[in-house]
């Protein structure tokens, strides 16, 4: 959405195709940009629809995002008859993604990205650590793939932030420190985990409690978890949030305990916003990249509850020390410049 309303900004005719036009997120989109819906309730259902679209249309580029989504827009492109350049973006680590897959759907989408994705005429990634996964399981030279990060919000949105009520009762009431945790209540995320190291922080006196943003299939089990660990009353399930940037400038402290992440953007806005953060080292290379190798902690509930007990009591010491150098803006240019071939734009 940001990317799509930076290049409207800059005068380049966009329109963003979408399997169905729905979705909280519909709202951030600029109303002058065109939204082409295909009608397929899943990426192999809009390959008819978007071979149609790409043969009518023509259109100089199209720029994807995810791994079906990618070779839905590849095999498009052909039988269409290659109208476009193909720009593909893996936004996860994949060999992360494929462990919850059986074997016969690893085998069919290991198969798909070696045969399709040296159809694309550029290749990108959302971190070192996500592109050289994906050269490693492909066979792609890891020297064509492009590294793109996400870029955090712009700073009036977090002056925007502050200055709306707070939303939650935890983060106004005074009764002790809050964390937040973001992301989908899935195994991926590992809220298991953050449940433990609160467990742990709690015993040594300090009443911090965690907010979790995110719904999933594990909710029962992880509320399940938090009532045997005695910390149900520590802990909020407070569901999606399609902006938590008012969540991020009101806690006193970021968590994730993610097992693979491509570029986390929760991690980023939470980093970017000056809130102290403590990750695990997931694989995907993302968090590296956001806080540096050595503000991460190791995948075991002490490290971490050790590490937020420190982030707490020193929380200057935690804060980015400097901005973050991408823009929207930036990045939103290194996708055009791919976008129309210039070489070496975006590595």
Known sequence: MRIANQLHQTGAPVSLVVNQAVGPTRDRLSPDIPVIALDAPRSRNALVPLTRLLATSRPAAVISALTYCNATALIANRLARRPARVVISERSQVSGVLTDYGAARRALTLGM????????????AVSSGTADDLAALSGLDRGALHVLPNAPPDPADYAAARQAPAPHPWLLDGGGPVALAVGRLEPQK????ALEALALVRRSGTALRL????????GPDLRAQARALGIE???????FVDAPL????NAQLFVMTSRWEGYPNALLEA??????CVSTDCAGGGARDILG???LVPDDA?????AMLHRLAEPEAARSAEPFPLTITVVAERYLALARGDAGSAR
């Open 271 to 276: 980093a970017a916003a000056g809130l102290p």
């Open 190 to 193: 590992n809220h298991a985990l």
């Open 246 to 249: 008012a969540y991020l400038v």
């Open 302 to 306: 002490e490290a971490i509850a050790a």
């Open 113 to 124: 990205i070696r045969r399709l994705y040296p159809q694309a005429d550029a290749i990108s």
């Open 211 to 218: 907010i979790i943003l995110g719904d999933g299939s594990l």
């Open 293 to 295: 190798p050595e503000a």
């Open 233 to 239: 009353t520590a802990v909020s399930f407070a569901g």
